[in-house]
């Protein structure tokens, strides 16, 4: 079986096509026919040695990939009713060696795996699961009221455009950072403000609040630059296990989604939402398993718009 991997770390020449050996669905599992599988931060990191020490205690290859849509082909004991073989779903994947989304076939446990949006392509529906529940646990840590401000920074990258749509549906204020050609697009994904992106954004979300932001969702790793947006009292989550050090009372979390990795129920109504056009998929380009390399260097040169995307 095919998958895209790495026997030793490095740039994105050492992905290659691999062969893994066939797996089969356990009690309380699914196995997928991947037929999409994203391209993400945290794969770079599985990819060029960031992540190595976590990686030695396993056997190469190494497959990156916490994201996949695809058909289900069979179902263990126990799975309930709501999973089928036959049911086009989507699935956040935790990699661990060669357990990761970039292979034609993977087995999950049930509680990782949804529905995908009636209508999406498998392209566009490998794009929801982790950035989804990413943005999604960084609201529920913010834990802000209707009526309260967000800022937002990374505004226009896959995880800032989810969670600009999802804080609007739960009728909070959003301002947000873009680039001047990003201005555009942040709007329309909801945010009520939009002001330049750079190291100093903290002063222009003070220009508008100067009393400072209810709660900050640091998609653009600015970490302590954006902390001084936030008001006393108020509270800031990270993407990157980044916690400020204590000050004015600010509730400082890390998001990491790996705890969210079998919340189906979460997952599941993000699925909803987007069938409700609540939320936005989007796909910024396509690539085989072969040209893998090819879609980590562009992710690696920054600007994109939407998920790139391995088809299998």
Same mark, same amino acid.
Do not use: C
């Given at each position: 079986?095919?998958?895209?991997?790495?026997?030793?770390?490095?740039?994105?020449?050492?992905?290659?096509?691999? %062969?893994?050996?066939?797996?089969?669905?356990?009690?309380?599992?699914?196995?997928?026919?991947?037929?999409?599988?994203?391209? $993400?931060?945290?794969?770079?990191?599985?990819? $060029?040695?960031?992540?190595?020490?976590?990686?030695?205690?396993?056997?190469?290859?190494?497959?990156?990939?916490?994201?996949?849509?695809?058909?289900? %082909?069979?179902?263990?004991?126990?799975?309930?009713?709501?999973?089928?073989?036959?049911?086009?779903?989507?699935?956040? /994947?935790?990699?661990?060696?060669?357990?990761? !989304?970039?292979?034609?076939?993977?087995?999950?446990?049930?509680?990782?795996?949804?529905?995908?949006?009636?209508? &999406?392509?498998?392209?566009?529906?490998?794009?929801?699961?982790? $950035?989804?529940?990413? &943005?999604?646990?960084?609201?529920?840590?913010? !834990?802000?009221?209707?009526?309260?401000?967000?800022?937002?920074?990374? &505004?226009?990258?896959?995880?800032?455009?989810?969670?600009?749509?999802?804080?609007?549906?739960?009728?909070?204020?959003?301002?947000?950072?873009?680039?001047?050609? %990003?201005?555009? +697009?942040?709007?329309?994904?909801?945010?009520?403000? /939009?002001?330049?992106?750079?190291?100093?954004?903290?002063?222009?979300?003070?220009?508008?609040?100067?009393?400072? /932001?209810?709660?900050?969702?640091?998609?653009?790793? +600015? $970490?302590? @630059?954006?902390?001084?947006?936030?008001?006393?009292?108020?509270?800031?989550?990270?993407?990157?296990?980044?916690?400020?050090?204590?000050?004015?009372?600010? @509730?400082?979390?890390?998001?990491? /989604?790996?705890?969210?990795?079998?919340?189906?129920?979460?997952?599941?109504?993000?699925?909803?939402?987007?069938?409700?056009?609540?939320?936005?998929?989007?796909?910024?380009?396509?690539?085989?398993?072969? @040209? &893998?390399?090819?879609?980590?260097?562009?992710?690696?040169?920054?600007?994109?718009?939407?998920?790139?995307?391995?088809?299998?």
């Amino acid at each position: 079986m095919r998958a895209v991997g790495l026997f030793t770390q490095g740039d994105p020449d050492v992905l290659q096509v691999v %062969d893994v050996p066939e797996v089969h669905a356990g009690p309380g599992e699914v196995r997928i026919r991947v037929h999409a599988a994203t391209v $993400n931060p945290t794969d770079v990191a599985v990819r $060029n040695g960031a992540r190595a020490e976590r990686q030695k205690a396993d056997p190469p290859p190494y497959v990156p990939g916490m994201e996949a849509a695809g058909i289900i %082909d069979e179902v263990g004991d126990g799975v309930p009713d709501r999973l089928k073989v036959g049911d086009a779903v989507i699935a956040i /994947v935790v990699p661990k060696g060669n357990h990761g !989304a970039y292979r034609e076939q993977i087995v999950l446990d049930a509680r990782s795996v949804a529905r995908a949006p009636a209508g &999406a392509t498998h392209a566009e529906a490998a794009t929801l699961p982790m $950035n989804g529940l990413t &943005a999604r646990q960084s609201l529920d840590l913010l !834990a802000l009221s209707p009526g309260q401000v967000l800022a937002v920074t990374g &505004a226009a990258g896959a995880y800032g455009g989810y969670i600009i749509q999802l804080a609007k549906a739960e009728d909070l204020t959003v301002i947000a950072d873009a680039s001047e050609r %990003d201005e555009a +697009l942040v709007a329309a994904l909801g945010a009520d403000i /939009v002001v330049r992106r750079g190291d100093d954004v903290a002063a222009r979300f003070r220009g508008h609040f100067p009393d400072g /932001v209810d709660g900050l969702a640091d998609g653009a790793v +600015l $970490n302590e @630059r954006a902390i001084p947006a936030v008001r006393d009292g108020g509270a800031f989550t990270s993407v990157r296990g980044f916690v400020g050090d204590p000050q004015r009372d600010i @509730r400082f979390t890390a998001t990491l /989604v790996s705890s969210y990795a079998q919340a189906w129920e979460k997952l599941d109504r993000l699925r909803q939402q987007v069938e409700a056009g609540q939320i936005t998929l989007r796909v910024a380009e396509i690539y085989p398993p072969e @040209r &893998a390399a090819d879609a980590h260097r562009r992710l690696e040169a920054g600007g994109t718009r939407g998920r790139l995307v391995i088809r299998f």
